[in-house]
């Protein structure tokens, strides 16, 4: 059975840092990316990472998070520092499989307020 499954989101003051990760199981992604959707909002993207490592984020997250993937464990994190109450948002990981199957973690929820 292939499953992400995010952990580590939380309550976190303004200007605090939390880590994300992503647990891939059951396949290999050669693509695995964050996105976030807070209330009332659509699902936006956060940040990516391919297998070669190349990366990409948004402008909103950019000198503040750090994406990272372990392809040893099979894993992604995402490393976010100076929170802001805009981050607050459920983060999302996804990963699109070598033979182009897409899929979705459940989520986790990260709350920035003091």
């Known amino acids: 059975q292939v499953q992400l499954v995010e952990s580590g989101g939380g309550l976190v003051q303004p200007g605090g840092s939390l880590r994300l990760s992503c647990a891939a199981s059951?396949?290999?992604?050669?693509?695995m990316s964050w996105y976030r959707q807070a209330p009332g909002k659509q699902r936006e993207f956060v940040a990516d990472?391919?297998?070669?490592?190349?990366?990409h984020y948004a402008d909103s997250v950019k000198g503040r998070f750090t994406v990272s993937r372990d392809s040893a464990k099979n894993t992604m994190s995402l490393q976010m520092n100076s929170l802001k109450p805009e981050d607050t948002a459920v983060y999302y990981c996804?990963?699109?499989?070598?033979?182009?199957?897409?899929?979705w973690g459940q989520g986790t929820q990260v709350t920035v307020s003091s």
């Open positions: 996804y990963g699109r499989t070598v033979t182009n199957i897409h899929y």
């Open positions: 990472i391919a297998i070669g490592g190349t990366m």
């Open positions: 059951g396949s290999i992604f050669n693509y």
